[in-house]
């Protein structure tokens, strides 16, 4: 079998984890007898540095030609300007919606090995696993917004919109999720205050009593959903919530997992075709070191296994390797305590690619 996958290496860190994310792959390929293909494709940054756009048409073309997209990180102080016409997270932004991946799914898990690299008390981290399942095509990142005069001088605005087919699709996604996992599921609004959410949080409901009695259904309001996160992550299964909040909230969870460096992402449409990223930043100011932790792409490439491949064994293997070398103890500079030697970028996709063969 053959697949073949679009590689946007982006800014920062991006091409060194993006690299050791494909050896990773290359390993799994061996071992079970499939075949990749890899084409590169420019977004962020060095796209606008060579094209003036940060997501060239040609890209969107070899991301809808591909079976998935392995995508590292965007941006940094180069393209920083807030008043550019042109920036970096435009091709993020863009290609996710280009490629209609309205289901971004986050998994956290807690390595045991870990517990002790969060800044939270190892006993409160121990054992958490959950799955944030953020819409990612919606809301106040893709709503109107604009400026306009003010007797002050200026106003802008952003707009949250969501529409009832909108919910619907993301709540069937985090439902079916829950059903694969313990069967509860948490929603994540702030529907005391808004009116998208109170349209998030009725849609919801219905969608999850009508179509997957099955699953336990619960309420957040966001700003308690963020305290829990902290003061109890245990109590967190599969967690389903709107673009902004799913952003924020995404960002503190990784930090129960010890580090961001960690912590892959599935982005999923109606399709199979899906684009696979870690959840940290292009971390420019590591960028080039061979410092950077390549877990959180390794792992979203296990994802791309599994929900664009069709490829589970490849998937689990891969999660295993990476239990296996964090379980003896590989550590890069992020994770390592006081006192101790880190190993490099490449020395990590190196024992994880080898753990995969054995
Ligand atoms: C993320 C990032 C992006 C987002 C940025 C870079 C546009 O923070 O993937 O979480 O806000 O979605
Ligand atoms: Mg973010």
């Not at 993006?18 to 075949?35: T, Y």
């Not at 920083?80 to 042109?86: I, N, S, Y």
């Amino acid at each position: 079998m053959n697949h073949t996958i679009t590689r946007l290496a982006g800014d920062g860190i991006g091409p060194e984890v993006v690299r050791e994310a494909c050896k990773v792959l290359e390993a799994a390929a061996r071992r079970f007898g499939r075949s990749l293909g890899f084409q590169d494709a420019l977004i962020g940054g060095i796209a606008i540095d060579a094209t003036k756009t940060a997501l060239p048409d040609e890209t969107i073309r070899l991301c809808q030609a591909a079976d998935a997209v392995l995508l590292g990180a965007v941006g940094g102080p180069k393209w920083d300007d807030p008043h550019a016409a042109v920036r970096p997270e435009q091709g993020l932004l863009g290609i996710r919606k280009a490629l209609g991946l309205f289901a971004n799914l986050r998994p956290v898990r807690v390595h045991p090995a870990l517990a002790a690299a969060s800044p939270l008390k190892a006993e409160l981290v121990a054992g958490v696993d959950l799955l944030v399942v953020r819409e990612l095509t919606g809301g106040l990142y893709f709503g109107e917004r604009g400026r306009r005069k003010d007797p002050s001088g200026e106003a802008a605005f952003d707009t949250m919109i969501y529409s009832t087919g909108e919910i619907e699709r993301i709540a069937r996604r985090a439902a079916e999720a829950a059903r694969g996992r313990s069967g509860r599921l948490t929603s994540v609004d702030k529907a005391n205050v808004l009116e998208s959410s109170r349209l998030w949080r009725a849609t919801v409901t219905r969608v999850v009593t009508e179509e997957y009695p099955d699953v336990n259904l619960d309420h957040l309001l966001v700003d308690a959903a963020s305290m829990f996160l902290i003061q109890k992550p245990g109590r967190f299964d599969v967690m389903v919530t709107e673009n902004m909040f799913g952003d924020i909230l995404t960002d503190e969870a990784s930090v129960l997992a010890g580090s961001m460096g960690l912590l892959p992402s599935a982005s999923l449409g109606e399709g199979t075709l899906g684009l696979y990223e870690p959840i940290h930043g292009s971390a420019p100011d590591i960028a080039g070191k061979e410092i950077a932790n390549p877990i959180g792409t390794i792992l979203s490439a296990a994802m791309m296994c599994r929900y664009s491949l069709g490829w589970p064994e490849a998937a689990d293997a891969i999660e295993a390797a990476v239990d296996h070398v964090i379980a003896e103890g590989a550590r890069t500079a992020d994770l390592v305590d006081p006192g101790q030697t880190p190993i490099s970028t490449c020395e990590m996709g190196d024992r994880i690619a080898a753990a995969v063969l054995e």
